[in-house]
């Protein structure tokens, strides 16, 4: 039996998002909200989990109230708790903030039956920056597998985990000791269609939320307060112009590159 925690982050359906040309942020007005694509993988991996080897799988999510949603979709897709992180004191957060918080989560659940593996996305679709699967690893001192694109298998007795993790050019086979920390690809397969009653069950499933003292925080390691990085500006890069073509000058090879010595000393690209 395992004991599996999936995290998952509501983002903006970022198809939809647009900067404002004014104000250089994100519009985010009328945007839907989704469960991050790789977290898809993530509930997935979690219910095959626990298909495979018995066990239950809870979600955690870090968001505003509205993330409940999130969670209710999740558990339409066999997971068998939700459980949502919400706290203004939670506003703000930066990575290092937020794997702080969904690690004192996880320390809680642990408290309560010891947990094994731990399933987070590669990467999120709004802040992009896959630190927070590893940060949480770290702060628990479990092992960690990135890159994870098939769970080959657990060996629930020995407490080993064995992993195929997908690089670029190259396939790594690779074993763990539970408890680990794995994050998933896109490779892993996404949760199989939702039935309607399975549906309703998730609408119907109480889903708790813990503020900051249920999780044992103080409020300077979470928020602003506890993060150091912050997104000063968001903007889209302008757009590259065409480069210059320099004609083949019928069929004169040396003049071309003579044309071209030129341009690249006088742009500074070589010294003369
Ligand atoms: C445009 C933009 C840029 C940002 N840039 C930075 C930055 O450079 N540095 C920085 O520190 N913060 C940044 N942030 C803030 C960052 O989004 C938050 O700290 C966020 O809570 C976690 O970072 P991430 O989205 O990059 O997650 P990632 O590290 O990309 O997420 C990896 C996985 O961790 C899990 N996870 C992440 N967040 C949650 C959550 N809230 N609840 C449950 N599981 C979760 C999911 O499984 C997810 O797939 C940025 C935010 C935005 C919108």
Redesign the pocket.
Known sequence: MLNIV??????PDTTQVRIDPETNT?VREGIPAII?P??MQ?IQAGVELKERYGGRCTM????PPM?VEALQKGLSYGTDHGIL?SDRALVG???????A??ASAIRKLDKEERVDIV??????I???????????ATRLGFSQITYVGKIESVDVEGRRLRARRILEGAEEVVEAPLPVLL?VLKEIGEPRYASLPAVIKGLRTPVPVWGIEEMAMNRDEVGLAG?????RR?FAPPQRAGGEIIASDEGNPDRVAALLLDRLLADGVLEG
Do not use: E, R, Y
């Not at 957060?93 to 794997?99: C, E, I, K, Q, V």
């Not at 399933?119 to 999120?124: A, E, L």
């Not at 709004?126 to 949480?136: E, F, L």
């Open positions: 999936a995290c998952i982050k509501q983002v994100l991050n790789f977290d993530a955690l999510c870090m968001g993330a992180l957060s930066d990575t290092l903030a937020t794997s918080a969904l399933v987070c996305g590669k990467q999120t709004d802040g992009d920056t896959a630190q927070v699967g590893p940060g949480i994050t993060s150091p990085t912050q997104v968001i």
